[in-house]
């Protein structure tokens, strides 16, 4: 399975969109610095999350919400 997650910053309220096969594992190395790219926001809190099973359909969900309609329709819909 494949988890597309969006977290949100305590310090800033900065998002975060990110993908992994480890949920649990993947937001405590957000929140103990072991991603170069969120340590500075940390900690952060899980506010959505989607299950792919299909390793495609996943990459591709997460680069959509990485793009502008992609930011656009996370904000309207998902957070």
């Known amino acids: 399975m494949y988890y597309v997650y969006i977290l ?3 310090k800033d309220s900065s998002l975060y ?3 992994t096969r480890n949920l649990q594992k ?3 190395e957000h929140n103990f610095g072991g991603s170069k790219f969120t340590t500075s926001r ?3 809190r899980i506010i959505w999350y989607a299950v792919f099973a299909d390793k495609t359909k ?3 969900f997460e680069t959509y919400l990485k793009s502008g309609s992609g930011i ?3 904000k309207k819909h998902l957070v």
């Open 72 to 74: 656009a329709f996370s």
């Open 8 to 10: 949100r910053s305590y």
């Open 26 to 28: 993947r937001i405590k």
């Open 58 to 60: 996943a990459y591709s």
């Open 17 to 19: 969109i990110g993908i």
């Open 42 to 44: 940390r900690p952060y």
